[in-house]
């Protein structure tokens, strides 16, 4: 089995990395396809695996005892879903479910692990990607108990764009109000105003990016403050983004 050299990675994080700490990585890393639905991460239950996003979506999303849910992060090509095992915690009550399809490199959670053991400066840079995981989420709280439907909406919009190639972002109404954590007619309402307006298209099962800039300034301040620490911690050699 042949394993990805740094270059040929698109995920950000792992391009990221000292090529020696890369290499304690290579060995263990398996392409895995990331089908709609997947669920990566289960709540309370021992995570076995961590992934390096190249393609695709992934999102956190925390469930209450009743069965209510939310959306409290997003993973694609700049991140890893498996933060937990790199804090120490082999579990967490959140999960994490594959939003938009696409491709991840995997590896054995213990191998990870014992990576981590090995090199104090992989795991200095991990968890600074862990701490803009963790901006996010506190982001996403303050967007939703301080802002209106429709910036959230368009911060929405422009954290998928960010993820994404191109401009079609694969989504249900369904799944977007449960991640939003807000009624569907609401959210039809609000996706349709964008649409009338020209800053999105709208396809049975997609929404497309018309006017990032439209987005941008609707959004206003709830986006971009865990973009712009991940470009203040993370170096990546890569260039590109929207």
């Not at 490199?105 to 803009?132: C, D, G, I, K, T």
Request: glycine share 10%.
């Amino acid at each position: 089995m042949s394993h990805p050299t740094q270059h040929s990675c698109l995920n950000r994080l792992l391009r990221s990395l000292d090529p020696d700490d890369f290499g304690l990585l290579r060995p263990h890393l398996e392409l895995m396809t990331l089908s709609l639905g997947d669920v990566l991460i289960k709540a309370d239950t021992p995570i076995t695996r961590v992934a390096f996003v190249e393609q695709g979506i992934v999102s956190l999303v925390s469930i209450a005892a009743d069965g209510q849910q939310v959306e409290v992060g997003l993973v694609g090509c700049e991140g890893m879903v498996g933060v937990p095992i790199l804090l120490n915690a082999e579990r967490t009550p959140d999960e994490a479910r594959v939003q938009a399809i696409g491709l991840a490199r995997a590896m054995p959670a213990s191998a990870f692990s014992e990576a981590l053991r090995h090199s104090p400066r992989l795991h200095n840079q991990l968890l600074r990607y862990a701490h803009v995981l963790g901006v996010q989420a506190t982001a996403t709280a303050l967007a939703n108990g301080r802002y209106t439907l429709e910036p959230r909406l368009a911060r929405w919009l422009l954290m998928c764009h960010d993820r994404t190639e191109g401009d079609e972002l694969p989504t249900t109404h369904r799944f977007l109000s449960l991640m939003l954590g807000v009624n569907r007619p609401g959210l039809t309402g609000a996706i349709s105003v964008l649409e009338r307006s020209g800053v999105i298209g709208r396809q049975r099962g997609t929404l497309i990016v018309r006017d990032r800039a439209a987005l941008l300034a609707l959004a206003g301040p709830s986006y971009g403050a865990p973009e712009a620490e991940y470009e203040r911690l993370i170096t990546d050699p890569t260039p590109g983004g929207h």
